[in-house]
């Protein structure tokens, strides 16, 4: 029988979530909405020394701001309430003194001085320290001490911790959704630590198995890195008697520099000029980082660029909305290689969403822009304007450079375009042209055309040299949409105004 689906997106916060950590999230979430299942969001805050004031609320408003709801967990609330680890606190040791009482853990009082010693040791030995099968009855354990003595360690407040026993070769068999079976001798793996006296806090090993039993995951979706982990959580499960209850597991693949080798870091992003992160962070130290929607990503073209990274729908559809990701996404189409990162798809994919965007919605987005230069329009205005040239838009940024002469005459006349056309017989034609433009009533974009070809066809005038210097005169650069998207949108008052000025401002090159 299958249980119903119950997802957790697990963030540790320890800094700016990185865009991996949003695929992560995302893949829950498509899983999750296709199966009508619950996505938890949990807190893994257990670790107090990498812990960093902010990085919970970024995560939050990361999810947000790209549309991955959460069903339950911090912010949301729900059945298993808390849902930040660190509010938690009391439920860890039980199940850790569970695992020492069945013999699947003990207590060690190694302190941070004899560990370091033990491992230069090891090291000057040319070998690395294991804490495993092969020391754990030799050190300070209570595998080793005398049990009176471990009780009055613990009862006069010496400092310990609880180790997990890693059974020694054995095979641990495994079997994830995406790499499929997996095995691993257990000689190779040492004893984690579960439970630490010093903070009477759990390890993420710990608080995240008796979590995920505890809220009744059904399927854990997680990065890569967390594979080598993934034995001993199997152990976990059978250490506590939870097999019945075990999730299934899913591991992803990384997320890769745009040159193929290594994890993408934020180092590529400041090198290559894109972000890794989904919002602009600063650091408590005052440290920032560039983010996507700073950037002026929308996060819908976002959003689907991540779930094109590591995911294949098997067709060569690539635009996909939310609710298309969700009936399209399966984890058996993940795949088991690192996939790399484009910072060009990226844009591709952001310039997709700005053409597809109606004038309306453009406008809502433009109005801030235009505003900042002093620009007053009706939203239907601002929403034509960009609407006319979206096509040549990657960034609701750029629609300035691109439309500003749709609002604003020209303050100045480019040189090249000036040298080009603002000479000879051309500023004569533009006050003939200025006659006819004058005469024409309807300044619709059609009638404007025909009349002015017309005209200039009847005179024998070089068409390119009469539209150049038109633009000259309206845009002030060699630059824009065709000339009669132009007169039409600025109208035929302005569109003399403009004329005039050029004719009584600009002198003739040569
Ligand atoms: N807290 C872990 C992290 O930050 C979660 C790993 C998991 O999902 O099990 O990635």
Redesign the pocket.
């Known amino acids: 029988m299958s249980r119903p689906v119950r997802v957790r997106f697990?963030?540790?916060p320890t800094g700016p979530l990185h865009i991996g950590?949003v695929r992560t999230a995302l893949y829950n979430y498509l899983f999750a909405r296709q199966h009508g299942g619950v996505m938890i969001l949990r807190i893994?805050d257990t670790d107090s020394q990498r812990f960093v004031p902010g990085a919970e609320e970024y995560i939050l408003e990361s999810l947000k701001w790209c549309g991955i709801e959460i069903d339950e967990g911090v912010g949301a609330g729900g059945p298993h309430a808390p849902y930040r680890q660190s509010e938690r606190r009391e439920i860890y040791l039980k199940y850790a003194l569970q695992l020492v009482d069945a013999g699947w853990a003990y207590y060690a009082f190694d302190t941070a001085e004899e560990l370091d010693a033990l491992r230069r040791e090891a090291e000057e030995r040319g070998e690395a320290f294991a804490y495993n099968y092969a020391v754990r009855e030799k050190l300070a354990t209570s595998l080793a001490l005398p049990a009176d003595e471990v009780k009055a360690r613990i009862e006069r407040g010496d400092q310990w911790v609880i180790r997990f026993r890693m059974p020694e070769n054995q095979t641990v068999e495994m079997d994830d959704l995406i790499r499929g079976h997996v095995e691993v001798n257990t000689s190779t793996l040492d004893d984690k630590v579960l439970y630490k006296s010093a903070d009477a806090l759990p390890t993420?090993h710990l608080a995240?198995i008796v979590d995920d039993y505890l809220m009744e995951v059904s399927h854990?979706i997680?990065?890569e890195e967390?594979l080598p982990s993934l034995p001993l959580h199997y152990l976990l499960y059978r250490a506590f008697g939870w097999q019945e209850r075990q999730p299934r597991f899913a591991h992803l693949p990384l997320l890769l520099k745009p040159t193929g080798g290594g994890k993408l870091s934020k180092r590529d992003g400041d090198k290559m000029g894109f972000p890794v992160f989904p919002l602009f962070w600063t650091s408590p130290t005052g440290e920032t980082a560039r983010g996507y929607r700073e950037d002026g990503y929308f996060p819908e073209a976002f959003i689907n660029m991540l779930a094109l990274l590591g995911w294949n729908p098997g067709t060569e559809q690539e635009i996909f909305s939310m609710q298309e990701l969700i009936d399209s996404f399966s984890l058996e189409r993940v795949s088991k290689s690192g996939a790399r990162f484009q910072p060009d798809k990226a844009k591709w994919f952001n310039a997709q969403y700005m053409h597809h965007k109606s004038d309306a919605e453009l406008a809502a987005l433009f109005q801030p822009i235009l505003r900042d230069h002093g620009i007053e329009v009706a939203d239907e205005v601002a929403g034509r304007a960009a609407g006319i040239m979206k096509e040549r838009a990657t960034f609701i940024t750029d629609l300035w450079d691109l439309t500003s002469f749709f609002f604003t005459a020209p303050a100045e006349y480019e040189e090249k375009q000036t040298r080009k056309y603002w000479k000879g017989q051309n500023p004569e034609i533009l006050r003939e042209l200025r006659d006819v433009l004058a005469s024409i009533d309807d300044f619709s974009k059609e009638n404007t055309e025909q009349i002015v070809h017309g005209w200039i066809e009847e005179k024998g005038y070089g068409m390119g040299q009469v539209m150049n210097t038109l633009r000259l005169a309206l845009v002030g650069a060699g630059k824009g949409p065709g000339m009669y998207d132009v007169t039409a949108f600025i109208g035929r008052e302005e569109t003399l105004r403009r004329i005039d000025h050029i004719l009584a401002t600009l002198k003739p090159a040569e």
């Open positions: 697990a963030p540790s950590g893994e993420y995240n854990v997680r990065g967390w």
